[in-house]
């Protein structure tokens, strides 16, 4: 799994304003497909594009909590990948949110997968953080 830290930004508005989640998860999992993936969005030939996003939200986080986000792979296809991100006030073990977002990794020019799915450097970092399988 990969892990970040965040402190949350001073807002008043928190509790209502539920988008700083997909604030969130756009962050971490950009800044794994950089870091890990070798991903550089301006000179890369295939771009990640959101095709679905959803959060559950369990409990609010406040000012001045900070946040530990954990990231996996649930589903790693051809050319898409399913993502998992645990938000969680740092020092609790139970998230206040988890979210799911979906990319389908295009040609930069052509917004269309490539034949060979996604190029093999993101496929290879995705594939260090796929969640096991359950035994259930």
């Not at 928190?14 to 988008?19: E, G, I, P, S, V």
Request: proline share 6%.
């Amino acid at each position: 799994m990969a892990l970040e830290s965040l402190k949350t930004r001073r807002r008043s508005d928190y509790r209502y304003k539920l988008d700083i989640y997909y604030f969130l998860f756009d962050s971490i999992v950009n800044t794994y497909l950089i870091k890990q993936c070798s991903l550089h969005p301006p000179t890369s030939p295939q771009i990640g594009l959101v095709v679905y996003s959803h959060c559950n939200y369990l409990a609010p986080i406040g000012f001045p909590a900070i946040v530990d986000l954990a990231l996996r792979v649930n589903k790693l296809g051809k050319s898409s990948v399913t993502y998992e991100v645990g938000v969680f006030e740092q020092g609790q073990d139970e998230p206040k949110a988890v979210g799911e977002v979906i990319h389908v990794f295009v040609d930069k020019d052509s917004r269309k997968p490539g034949k060979d799915g996604m190029a093999s450097g993101l496929k290879d970092g995705l594939s260090n953080i796929v969640a096991k399988p359950s035994k259930l």
